[in-house]
């Protein structure tokens, strides 16, 4: 058992979960994940790592409100525990001395953007950091990142914070920054991810992706989690989640991630991401 | 019967032998086919008290019985069938378990046709002797007894195991330790322990409980588990090497193969590992009660023919659905066990043989929606023996299917042998170990079961523990007494 250490909802539907789980945190790193499950008889799902903290033994996830399972963590509280949660699973995000680099987060890939530009900036990167949200009461940790980004950059969907529009930004961002871009990392959404990478390919920018398809185990052993990337079927938690963003099938990802959509309606009836566009979804006003 | 056995006294046995040769191999009462195909309950029943005395009382008593030898762990078959014969059920538990950790779940799943009652006197033509029905009476007859006994276990040396993987091998290894005295942990990636025999084999066919009463008696003997933990990921081997004084992998064989052909990645195209996990582990069946989604599917192709493409037919059709079952070479060559093939088909699953699939077909929406495949034939014998099938020209032909589950074979996952420098992994991505005492190629680390054999059987895997457990034992006790 994991015990929760803390969990609140840090932006409308986005929870922060503070879980005590010392061997993870132990051996986290930038870009690797976690597999929870909320109560004995749930389904097992993946989270980044938004955080964790080695010394008192807890890893954080920011968590996207999207179905049976996000709501049952979102409803979970301090001092109660969670049957699972285990890893630190899949690989670390590549971590150099790049140059520049530019770090994209949106909704949950907010928080786990967090970690990389840390680690980019510990490594005397360059770290421009791009906050994508539908409105700006949707931003968070602006002020954990700005210790580790040499810029913070907001887009969001309704103008009402930095960029209007969406990661189709991208490229007017980059050639004002004025500098020669190495490096573009994004996490957040499969459309987010899709959209982030259309466009940067035509700037020629290697572009790295944290990619989320359906998982069960996280180890290797299901297959669920098959992606194609470069003409070739790799298992995302075991050869990923970090891919080339150029290479990847993303019209099969998309499709892929939508297998239990109708049977996921059943147990509860909210969408997930791709029903309505993760990028439209009407946040839980209170 | 003890007098049987000297010398001398042969006038004795052979008319003994002439007034007991009994020809009817017991049947073992099933569920009948409409109920079971619509429930998630054990198939086989078991033996009566009655049944399982009579079926013992038509062993031989061969004086060198070959059933024996045709054991991996070698149990001492004649005696443990004498003490069914006898009425004494609590001494034939004991001369199981002396080699078997696990009979409720060997006397289940092992192929027997291959092993103990494929040799037995008592040929096929004259009803060989069950021994895995009897093995599983005894194992459940105890079961069902009101104390467990618990074994005295000798004080604790002070020396500590981990083991990596809580299926049959790392079972097997645990026990056998921790009753020498020794500390032993297990450490589980998923949240349950039992290895395949939780997530892959199906509730009807080995009823969950059981496996969960074996891991309970052996919490009770002691032994530490620690489930949600990924060795390789949440620690490497190295590091638990500095804190205990070896360790046993037994992670099995999970990685599962694909074929590499068109639409594989269709939705609807399921690794059999996917499937059953679901169903198994995350109680898929009982969706919606619990939280794991299935897809309600009409008509569903397995691709395989063992053990693993029976259990995701049978799966298949409980859950409602048309189920096929593809394979290339023919029933002959089918690799499950006898009776789960016979169950199979009686439950009304089809078998299309020398069929072998080339292409998956989507619809608009990525899902599939049917199969392509080659007729074969059967040519020349291969090194395994078996006859090689060959496409037959010109034989393409599409079938419609929504689901296509893949069974067509599992590998050791690479995930422990990349992260442990100096493990020796063979060709097949299997750890190399001594075959006699399960050492690895990495000072004080042992391996043992599909991790080293590849997909093998649950009996191989507890073998490999034991002689594994052995090593490990005398390697403790050759290091000075800890105070
Ligand atoms: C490596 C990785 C890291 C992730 N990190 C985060 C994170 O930090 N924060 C966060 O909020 N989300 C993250 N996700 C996505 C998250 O796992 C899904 O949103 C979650 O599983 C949905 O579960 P649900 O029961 O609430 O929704 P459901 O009602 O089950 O499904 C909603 C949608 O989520 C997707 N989904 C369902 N089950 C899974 C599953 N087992 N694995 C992946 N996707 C699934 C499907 O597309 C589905 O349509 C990550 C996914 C991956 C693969
Ligand atoms: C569907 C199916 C049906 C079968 N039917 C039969 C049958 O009827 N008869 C028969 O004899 N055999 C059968 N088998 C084969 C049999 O189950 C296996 O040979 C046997 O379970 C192997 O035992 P093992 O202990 O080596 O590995 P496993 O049972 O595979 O157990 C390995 C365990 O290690 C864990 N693990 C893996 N990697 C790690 C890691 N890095 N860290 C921590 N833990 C890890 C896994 O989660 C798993 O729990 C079947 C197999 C399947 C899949
Ligand atoms: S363990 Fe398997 S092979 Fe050995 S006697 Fe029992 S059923 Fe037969
Ligand atoms: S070979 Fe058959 S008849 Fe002979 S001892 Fe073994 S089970 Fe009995
Ligand atoms: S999640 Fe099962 S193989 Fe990746």
Redesign the pocket.
Known sequence: MFKLIDNYMIVPN?HLLTVEAPNVAREARPGQ?VIVRADNEG????????DWDAEKGTVT?????????????AELEAGTSMPTVVGP??NPSEIDEFGSVLCVGG???I??IYPIARALKEKNNKVFTVLEARSSYLMYWEEKLRGFSDKIIYISRDGTHGYRGHVNQLPDIIESLGVPIDRVIING??LLLKKASDATRPLGIKTIV???????D?TGMCG??RVTVGSKTRF??VD??DFDAHEVDWDELLQR?????SE??K??R??????RGCLTTQPVVR | MAEDKTPGKKPAKKAKARKKLDLDRRDIPKQPVEARVRNFDEVALGYSAETAIEEAKRCLVCKKPKCIGSCPVEIDITGFIECIAQGDFAEGVRILKEKNLLPAICGRVCPQEDQCEGVCALTKKKGEIAIGRLERFLADWEAEQPDIEIPVIPPPTGRRVAVVGGGPAGLTVAGDLIRQGHGVTIFEALHEMGGVLIYGIPEFRLPKRIVKREVDYLEKLGVEMVTDFVVGKTRTIDSMLEEYDAVFIGSGAGLPWFMDIPGENLNGVYSANEYLTRMNLMKGYKFPDS?T?IVKHKKVAVIGGGNVAMDCARTALRLGAESHIIYRRSREELPARLEEIENTEEEGVTFQFLTLPIRYIGNDNGWVEAMECLRMELGEPDQSGRRRPVPIEGSETIIPFDAIICAIGNSPNPLIAKTTPGLEIGRRGNIVTDEETGKTTKDRVWAGGDVATGAATVILAMGAGRKAARSIHEYLGSLPVKS
Do not use: D, H, Q, W
């Open positions: 986005i994940f389904e097992r799902i993946p989270l980044s790592l938004s996830m920011a968590v996207m409100n999207v179905g049976k399972t996000t709501s049952r963590l699973l899949g909704c949950y890939g928080g786990s959404c499969t944290s990619l989320n398809p359906i998982m069960i996280g669920v989690c995302a938690c990923g989640p991630r939508k297998s239990y959509m996921e309606a147990p509860l909210t969408s997930g991401c791709e029903k | 939280g989604p």
